[in-house]
């Protein structure tokens, strides 16, 4: 049987490797996942340790939930986050 192990899990509204506007999902030894979104402006962490992601108007346009269990959340800038679950 595995041991849980804590987990950063990093979310960035930013230019993805493209080089389009979009977001990004990685953990430290790998992407984990990202697309292009032009309308994307910003992010918040919810008190559950979830990810909205708002337009650049404001407007709600997705809830990210992460993996695991969710252990906190750090708000890093308008722009980026970090999740810590235990996986």
């Known amino acids: ?3 849980a192990r804590e987990v950063s899990i990093m979310v960035k509204v930013a230019t993805i490797r493209d080089g389009t506007h ?6 430290p030894d790998r992407l984990v996942g990202e697309w292009t979104d032009s309308g994307a402006g910003s992010l918040a962490v919810t008190d559950e340790c979830n990810i909205r992601i708002y337009s650049k108007d404001g407007d709600q346009r997705y809830l990210l939930t992460m993996p695991g269990k969710p252990l906190r959340g750090e708000q890093l800038s308008e722009t980026e986050a970090v999740i810590v679950v235990c996986l």
């Not at 979009?22 to 953990?27: E, L, N, Q, R």
């Open 1 to 3: 049987m595995s041991q």
């Open 22 to 27: 979009g977001i990004s999902i990685a953990m």
